[in-house]
């Protein structure tokens, strides 16, 4: 097997490539990806266990569960970033 040894490649000049980030930066990102789609499975199944009355409870429909998680996943990184941006301006003006 051949390394690439290139100094820049195919992603350094492509839009939305991972520019400046290197081998680790990129080995790190798709390992990050691999564990966040095994942890949306692993949650889709878990609450596939549960049965029609139950997920109605929580909001949850079985024909939608796997678009519902991923839904609620965004909603969660969304709340997330809302979050940081709010401690962060506080403590901007507790700095001051």
Known sequence: MFWNTRRNSRAD???GG???IGFLGRLRERREAAQTERD???ITCA????NDRQLGRIGLNRATLALDVDHLAEHAEQKRIVHDDVLRIVDNRHAA
């Open 40 to 42: 949306m499975i692993t």
């Open 13 to 15: 000049i492509q839009p």
């Open 47 to 50: 609450l596939a266990r549960l």
């Open 18 to 20: 991972h520019a400046g």
